[in-house]
């Protein structure tokens, strides 16, 4: 049981304790006391044993206390303090002897100009630091019929002096303003032993190893996971003993501070805090194997979700002097909320730049959702995208689901291949667009969204418009912010440097240019990449298999030679003009211009006098 103990010198300290705060410990909201007269020859003991049964406070006289107050660190240590009052009070007692001894403890506060004249003048005034002083101080006194001695109550028990004594009581007021004091200052620490203890629950159940010291490595805490960690005791009282210091700093800092502890390896970040303007840390231990199985585990959930962007700018690499500029522009974009439509051949890397914008904005840290509207008949599109309640359709799940839309929110969702989008679902899109909320199919309530929305397209989405297949709405709510990735005919630059990539790549280590012979140069740059970054990495694979320097032809090396050669007016070997490549290339132009002007491939064969057939084959 919880209560305040008090060590008296005699029976009658004892009595007058008890007397004194008889009435107020019967209060609700009081603590209860123990009065314990004081065992002399067991008094680190007896005080322990108070301890053990429930002492909160400590409260003991003058001597005592000083013996008591260095060694007992597990609760506060009080002193009974007497007053100048309660000194003359037992001065009084002994006015009638001619000569008074006053013993005092050098620690007590005695005005003795507050003495009458008449028993100043007889009394003699000593003082002693502690027990064995006090005792030698006894011993070397004057013994006489008409001389008293007055003070603390241990007198009697300690000396067979032939002096009467008269002791030195505090008053009730001061017993009862010491348990007051006592009583507040337990209740103190009960409620800051309550946090602590909450402190240490908190910290003995995370999965971190933590140390708390000072600046001058002093430990105030260690949970259970760092004793485990380190193999050390709850006691261990130096960081100096586990760790050592960081070399070049005089504190125990630690950043990313790799320590081997078999069969752990651990990693360690202390964080400075301050407390009473006094800097102390916190270090946090965490094991690297547990660490990677996390972020394993996270990967591997979060990529079961297909909620993640793993490529960024870096991933996209270029020579091409075009091809830099876009990147620059796409960074730009980034920092920006706005929709994107992103336009480029199949192959070019549209997907590619579509993570890099979700990595490198605000985003980031939240999904991306990417979704191949292509891949999927209008019906489940719809679903997928959108979501569903219980019941809405046959075959629905009987929990519903959560569409598309929702769980990119707060993060980036990436719309594939968008032109191929049925226009009822182009309409519900609009409205999502518009009111940044979604509803489930089958619902009758809204989502509130916070999503950023990048779509692509392969082919000319003007068209498609023109041709009444794609919203015209709907395509001025998506292209705010717009990205024509070229094709990589477009990028003469990148054809053999990403060959050398990827032919690096398979290698494992990095071929130069002037590893690949100069007739396979040559028909790479001449070869037309209808398949683009995919068709480049397929051709470096084989040549990488079963390639041979010194092949007469590289023919064998791409998928289709003769389609589409790469056009050249002028031979770049023989510097000679080939007419027939010249009216090609013109009629070509001829039909681009007027397919970019937003006439179909129809209107176009119409007005050329041609086939559509024919038209078809100049585009080749």
Known sequence: MEKICFLATDQVMKNKIEQALWNHTKEPDSMPIDVAILDFNHIFRQARDMIKEGAQVLIASGGTYQELAPVIREVPVLRLY?????????????????????????????ESSMC?????????????????????????????????IVGTAILPRITNIPLPIFTIMPSNPTIFSLYQYAHDLASFNKRERQQLSLLSSVLSHVDEGIIMYDAEGTISHINKQARLFLKIREDTPSMETILPRQQGSHAYSYSNTIVEKPPYTLVLNSSPFSIDKQTRYILSIRDVTQLQKMEKNIRYKLSKTGLTAVHHFADILTADAKMKALKATAETMAAYDAPILIQGESGTGKELFAQSIHNASPRRSGP??????????????ESELFGYESGAFTGARK????????????????????????????????RVLETKQVMRIGSDYVIPLDIRIISATNTDIIEKINEGAFRKDLYFRLNTLTLTLPSLDERPADIVYLFLHFLSEFAGHTVKKSALPEPLRQALQDHHWWGNIREIRSTALRYYIYGKPDSPSYDYLFDQTNHKKRVHLIDPRTFKLDMKKAQHTFQQLVINDLLEQGYTKTEVASMLNITRQTLFNHLK
Do not use: W
């Open 82 to 110: 007497i007053s100048t009052y309660d000194i003359m009070y037992a001065l009084e007692q002994a006015r009638k002897y001619k000569k008074i001894y006053l013993l005092l403890n050098s620690s007590v506060i005695f």
């Open 116 to 148: 009458p004249p008449e028993l100043r003048s007889k009394t003699e005034i000593y003082t002693y630091k502690d027990r064995p002083d006090l005792e030698h101080l006894v011993d070397s006194l004057d013994v006489g019929p008409d001389i008293a």
């Open 368 to 381: 991306f959702v990417a979704v191949n509207c292509a891949a999927l008949p209008p019906e489940l599109l």
């Open 399 to 430: 929990e519903g689901k959560a569409g598309l839309f929702e769980l990119a929110h707060g993060g980036t969702i990436f719309l594939d291949e968008i032109n191929s989008m049925s226009p009822a679902i182009q309409s519900k899109l609009l």
